[in-house]
């Protein structure tokens, strides 16, 4: 059967010809009696930032962690650049070029920016440091993505403001050859200068054509920096939306009171929960 010129979901078109680089297809996870997620899809596209958003509780976290290896789904499949894969760790992820930002970040705090940038995996010769090289790659990563906010990348850690701890762990998961980054809300419990930084460093990935996933309770960070906005609720897929094309209270309507839609041309033969 031949595939459609393009898919209309919400109120977003979808060129057939754009091949997504990561594709999901009616992922399905439970938790013994709890039904994390219901046939869902999701994808996005090499230099686009899709936001990922939804209440406590809709299935955000259990997705990306389906992608990132930490959970299998039960049913349903990933592609990655139009193959289907599977993802059985966070190697598995990382091996792929996917690589997840988590809110805790995962920095050491009296470690240094190098030292956290290449944590677990060392730069080394005959088992001893190249710690030259290791500076030198990380001076580099963090000028490519134009972070200027770092006086030193000996500075530890625990000396550095929450964006700037944010830009390390972001040009963390970019330094290793990544092709996809999700970024778990990157902007929580920042000031607003900070905030703007780290939004300006997710629209700058996109430009340099990464995949870019953010989950984000904060919808107007979503609407500064996402091309297109995903919904869950209650771990179904409710609408995908082009960020020109809608407003915050559409977004907020389909959170809140959403019902399940069809998404990435794939219909969704779900109901929804009943209230």
Same mark, same amino acid.
């Given at each position: 059967?031949? &595939?459609?010129?393009?898919?209309?979901?919400? $109120?977003?078109?979808? %060129?057939?010809?754009?091949?997504?680089?990561?594709?999901?297809?009616?992922?399905?996870? %439970?938790?013994?009696?709890?039904?994390?997620?219901?046939?869902?899809?999701?994808?996005?596209?090499?230099?686009?930032?899709?936001?990922?958003?939804?209440? $406590?509780?809709?299935?955000?976290?259990?997705?990306?962690?389906?992608?990132?290896?930490?959970?299998?789904a039960d049913d349903g499949?990933?592609?990655?650049?139009?193959?289907?894969?599977?993802?059985?760790?966070?190697?598995?992820? &990382?091996?792929?070029?996917? /690589?997840?930002?988590?809110?805790?970040? &995962?920095?050491?705090?009296?470690?240094?920016?190098? *030292?956290? #940038?290449?944590?677990? =995996?060392?730069?080394?010769?005959?088992?001893?440091? @190249? /710690?030259?090289? #290791?500076?030198?790659? +990380?001076?580099?990563?963090?000028?490519?993505?134009?972070?200027? @906010?770092?006086?030193?990348?000996? *500075?530890t850690v625990a000396t550095?403001?929450?964006?700037?701890? *944010?830009?390390? !762990?972001?040009?963390?998961?970019?330094?290793? $050859?990544?092709?996809?980054?999700?970024?778990?809300?990157?902007?929580?419990?920042?000031?607003? !200068?900070?905030?703007?930084?780290?939004?300006?460093?997710?629209? =700058?990935?996109?430009? *340099?054509?990464?995949?870019?996933?953010?989950?984000?309770? $904060?919808?107007?960070?979503?609407?500064?920096?996402?091309?297109?906005?995903?919904?869950?609720?209650?771990? =179904?897929?409710?609408?995908?939306?082009?960020? !020109?094309?809608?407003?915050?209270?559409?977004?907020? /309507?389909?959170?809140?009171?959403?019902?399940? +839609?069809?998404?990435?041309?794939?219909?969704? @033969?779900?109901? &929804?929960?009943?209230?």
């Amino acid at each position: 059967m031949c &595939a459609p010129s393009a898919f209309v979901v919400g $109120n977003a078109a979808v %060129s057939a010809s754009e091949a997504p680089l990561l594709q999901l297809r009616g992922i399905t996870k %439970s938790f013994g009696s709890v039904q994390a997620l219901t046939d869902v899809d999701f994808e996005v596209r090499a230099g686009e930032v899709m936001a990922l958003v939804g209440d $406590n509780g809709a299935g955000k976290s259990t997705l990306v962690k389906c992608v990132a290896g930490t959970h299998a789904a039960d049913d349903g499949e990933i592609l990655f650049e139009g193959k289907r894969v599977h993802i059985h760790g966070p190697k598995d992820a &990382a091996n792929l070029g996917i /690589e997840v930002v988590y809110q805790d970040l &995962a920095l050491c705090d009296n470690l240094d920016v190098v *030292q956290n #940038m290449y944590l677990g =995996r060392e730069a080394n010769r005959y088992e001893v440091l @190249t /710690e030259p090289v #290791m500076e030198q790659h +990380t001076s580099e990563t963090l000028s490519s993505l134009r972070v200027t @906010t770092i006086n030193s990348v000996r *500075q530890t850690v625990a000396t550095l403001s929450g964006g700037q701890r *944010q830009s390390v !762990a972001v040009a963390r998961a970019v330094m290793w $050859n990544s092709k996809l980054v999700i970024l778990d809300e990157p902007t929580a419990a920042l000031g607003v !200068a900070q905030t703007e930084q780290v939004l300006e460093l997710v629209r =700058r990935l996109g430009e *340099q054509g990464l995949g870019v996933v953010i989950i984000s309770h $904060n919808l107007h960070d979503v609407f500064e920096t996402a091309t297109r906005i995903a919904v869950l609720r209650l771990g =179904r897929n409710v609408g995908l939306f082009e960020r !020109a094309k809608t407003t915050q209270q559409e977004i907020v /309507e389909a959170i809140t009171a959403g019902q399940p +839609t069809k998404v990435s041309g794939i219909p969704s @033969t779900a109901t &929804a929960p009943a209230s």
